[in-house]
């Protein structure tokens, strides 16, 4: 059996198909043209079939190959972590703007670390902690931080709990999506973490536990950035201006859906 004839006989996209068939064989895309005619192990063909059957049930691609490409960075991900989300570059975008130079930040709830990790390669001026509950999650997001080689303080918290000192920024992509949410049965969310992606009630508990508790953790003018839900940037605002935040404010992501939003505690230094 051939890599060109298991191809046909795939009943998945060819790109996620040549994807996976690359994975098992541990070999570039290009190869696999190349080696399109060469007749395959038994265990090779093992190995690609129950990848492809596996697919084939729903289960996301990153998981199956253990890896997800986030702000050009390669992550590991597991079916204890959320796949990052090109939506979520975005809250690394804004992180690098609102940091200062040589700045302290936090991220609640990291995951795989992308967020964090993203933003220590690129500002190795900056002091980054980073939080989350799951033990398995940090476990996950250590190897990542190791692998990149940055160094970012690892904190098992609930939110806002082990946090110790002010911040200059706070940022966090918490679980979001209402219980109630069709979403949660769909593609890929079915294998992802429920605990990282649902509160289990209306969608704004974790981002009202974190703007509650922001303020007493973030230095006069730290600014706090949080991802949510096509559908909440009003919500969220809301929240932030009726506990008088400054300067609140949502952005667009590539789609054009406010995803971000944020604001700034405080009086602000440089400011009359
Ligand atoms: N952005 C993800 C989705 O809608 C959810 C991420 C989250 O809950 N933080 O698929």
């Not at 395959?40 to 190959?65: C, F, H, W």
């Not at 997001?141 to 911040?167: C, P, T």
């Not at 966090?172 to 990282?196: K, M, T, W």
């Not at 303020?215 to 600014?223: T, Y």
Request: net charge negative; proline share 4%; with cysteine.
């Amino acid at each position: 059996m051939t890599i060109r004839y298991l191809l046909r006989l795939a009943q998945i996209d060819p790109l996620e198909a040549c994807i996976l068939m690359a994975h098992a064989l541990k070999c570039s895309r290009v190869q696999l043209v190349i080696r399109e005619n060469d007749a395959l192990s038994v265990e090779q063909i093992n190995d690609i079939k129950a990848l492809l059957n596996r697919r084939m049930q729903g289960e996301p691609i990153a998981y199956l190959t253990g890896e997800r490409e986030f702000y050009g960075l390669s992550f590991k991900v597991t079916p204890d972590v959320l796949i990052p989300r090109p939506e979520t570059e975005l809250l690394v975008e804004l992180a690098m703007e609102k940091l200062p130079q040589a700045g302290r930040v936090a991220d609640l709830g990291t995951g795989s670390g992308a967020v964090a990790v993203a933003l220590a390669h690129t500002r190795r001026d900056a002091q980054v902690i980073a939080t989350d509950i799951s033990d398995e999650a940090l476990t996950v997001a250590h190897h990542n931080a190791d692998h990149h080689e940055v160094k970012i303080q690892f904190i098992r918290s609930n939110w806002f709990e082990m946090l110790d000192g002010l911040f200059d920024l706070l940022v966090s992509n918490p679980p979001y999506i209402a219980a109630s949410d069709v979403h949660l049965l769909q593609g890929d969310l079915r294998f992802e973490p429920c605990s990282a992606l649902t509160d289990h009630a209306n969608g704004m508990t974790a981002l009202s536990t974190i703007i509650e508790g922001a303020p007493a953790h973030l230095k006069s003018g730290g600014w706090l950035l949080l991802e949510h839900g096509y559908d909440q940037a009003t919500a969220v605002r809301d929240q932030f201006t009726s506990a008088s935040w400054r300067d609140v404010h949502s952005w667009k992501d590539l789609a054009g859906i406010e995803r971000i939003s944020g604001g700034r505690w405080g009086a602000i230094m440089s400011e009359k």
